[in-house]
Structure formats: C-alpha cells, structure tokens
C-alpha cells in the first residue's frame, strides 16, 4: 500500500472515529508545521510574473507554516530541470514547480519523486500525463490551460482591433520552447490564422526571456520591416510589461498599434492607463504561488488529491485597470 494510501486510509478511520463518537476536528495554527518544500518562482528573483509567484508562495509558507526553500530559474527550462533534481536530492516533502522543460524530460523525475514519497505538483505549465498517473497522490496544476489561453488572447485581440483579412499581426513568443508553455504561443497564433490574419512570428531568444530590455532592437527591426502591423502580441509577461518601452524605442504613439499579451505589472498597468497596453490576460499568478503550496500542505497533511485549478478567468483593458493598478503596484494581481 502506498504511504498516500495508508494515509487516506488512517483518516477515513480516525473520521468515523470521530463521527461515532461525537467529536468534531478543530482548525489547527500553522497546520502544515514542519513538512518541507521547494517552489520555483520561476524567473530571475525580483523579476516580472516571477515575483509575483513568489509573493504567493512566502504568503502560503507563512499562513501554514511549511519550511520552504526557493529555486529562481531565470526561465531557463534546462536550468529548471537540473534545479528539481538536486530538490528530489534533498528529499523534501513536496515540490511546487513550472513544467517548461516537457513531459519527456520531467516524467521520470515526477516518477522518481513519488517513488522517493515527495508530493510533486505544477503551476502555470502542465504536464497532463503526469498528473493523470499520479493525481490520486496529489499531483495538481494551478494556472491556466495554455492553448486556450493563447486563443482566446488572440481571438479577443482580433475582434477589438477592427483588423480586416490579410491585415499583419506580430506575434513575439516562446513556441520552440514545446511542451504545454509553447501551446500558448501556438494558440495565439491558431487564432489569428482562423481569422485569416498574416502572422509574422518572432522567437523570444534566451537573453530577452531573461531580460526583456535586451529585445528592443529585435522590436525595432521588426516593427520598421514591418509598419503595417496592425497587432503586437508579447507572449511573455516580461515582455508585456516592457511594451512602453518597445513603443517609445521604435516612435510609436498611443492607439498606433494594438497591442495585447499576458500577465499584469506595475509597467503595465501604467501601459494600459497611457493607452499603449490595450488588452492583458491576467493569469493571477499570485495564485499560481500560493494554491500549490496549499495543494502540498493538503496533501501531505490529510491525504487529499491534486487540485485543477483555471486562474485565467479575466482580461483587463482600460474600462477597468484602475481596479486592478494597486494591487499590481504590490505585485499580487
């Protein structure tokens, strides 16, 4: 019998002990005292989305009380990768981590941890497989469904900026990059297909991934090869938040070009209120920190299965960014 087992085992016990008996369980302080984690926010430390996630985790580690140990990755998949082996090493409890390096390379390391014991669960990038095999055990995913996501960014965005057939659309994304991650990128790009738009499409090489500043010439060259592009997606939240910055360095004015993207900032609230950043799908990756701490604590602690939780629900535009600028100015939304 597996330990997961065992456990949900002794609590259906202890429940109809309880239950027989009368009794009723209390809320305990700090309940998940003691079980030990490692959670990757992701990108550089500090950095856009990445902070964000992090912010979520240090606010589940102390609501419940878990010792946790963070990984930045700098969105470096590979990096990523070799970070989750040496944390299966350690032997912790649970690992909250993205799935950017693919269901190939991170399966048998997913394999490996629960063999080992070590509650293993995603944020912001699935891997579907793993999660069907080991769900039971508490494998979860907490962000949005990619593809989907990326459609209806693209869809949206086609629809509000009055763009005719065969019109160009920019989209500036991380498709090679595979695995669920590039499914987003892919389905932005379905989307302006389907409504018969040419797509110009740019790889975000690996220095703007780390640092969206060091894309602003590639911006600027394409956008002068290219003034008719009536559409900019920034498939990155990086990048989005940058979107004044692309603007102001290739001379285009507020309204010129329709941009849309992923995940809010403090930049980019202030580039949408500046009428630059017309369209955002907010992934609320706060959540996407804080859920997966929650899912490891629930699961370690009372033998509950993996949570499935969609956390892109909303798009913010102008008609209602000023709700949302405070809290993106402390990076929670």
């Known amino acids: 019998m597996t330990s997961a087992r065992m456990l949900l085992s002794a609590i259906a016990c202890s429940t109809a002990a309880m239950l027989a008996s009368g009794a009723t369980a209390q809320p305990e302080e700090k309940w998940c005292s003691g079980v030990r984690i ?11 989305f ?15 009380g878990p010792d946790v140990t963070y990984y930045f990755s700098n969105w470096d998949p590979n990096l990523m990768l070799q970070q989750i082996q040496q944390a299966v090493a350690t032997g912790v409890d649970g690992i909250a981590t993205y799935g950017f390096a693919g269901e190939a390379a991170t399966g048998p390391i997913v394999q ?9 669960t995603t ?18 995913y907490v962000g949005a469904p990619n593809y989907d996501a990326g459609y209806a960014l693209g869809a949206e965005a086609a629809a509000r900026a009055g763009v005719s057939e065969g019109d160009k659309v920019f989209v500036w994304g991380l498709r090679a990059q595979g695995g669920d991650r590039g499914q987003r990128t892919v389905g932005v790009i379905d989307a302006f297909e389907e409504a018969g738009l040419e797509v110009i499409y740019q790889e975000i090489d690996a220095a703007t991934n780390a ?16 003034p008719d592009v009536k559409i900019v997606v920034t ?28 995940d809010m900032s403090p930049n980019t609230a202030q580039a949408i209120q500046e009428g ?4 955002v799908i907010d992934q609320q990756p706060y959540l996407q920190g804080y859920l997966p701490i929650l899912n490891i604590c629930l699961t370690e ?10 956390t892109a629900g909303a798009f913010v535009d102008e008609s209602n960014v000023d709700a949302v600028a405070p809290l993106a100015a402390v990076e929670i939304r």
């Open 38 to 48: 490692a959670a990757f926010p992701g990108g550089p430390q500090g950095g856009v």
């Open 50 to 64: 990445a902070n964000n996630v992090y912010n979520g985790f240090r606010q589940a580690e102390l609501d419940l």
């Open 112 to 120: 490996q941890a629960y063999e080992a014991g070590i509650i293993f």
């Open 123 to 140: 944020l912001n990038t699935s891997l579907r497989e793993s999660q069907a095999s080991y769900a039971p055990q508490g494998f979860g």
């Open 211 to 226: 640092n969206p500043n060091a894309g602003t010439a590639t911006f600027v060259g394409l956008m002068g090869a290219n």
């Open 235 to 262: 498939d990155h939240g990086g990048l989005t938040s940058n979107v004044g910055v692309y603007a102001d360095a290739a001379g285009l004015e507020p309204g010129q070009v329709y941009f849309a993207g992923f």
């Open 276 to 279: 630059f950043q017309n369209l």
């Open 301 to 310: 602690k009372y033998g509950f299965s993996g949570l499935d939780i969609n």
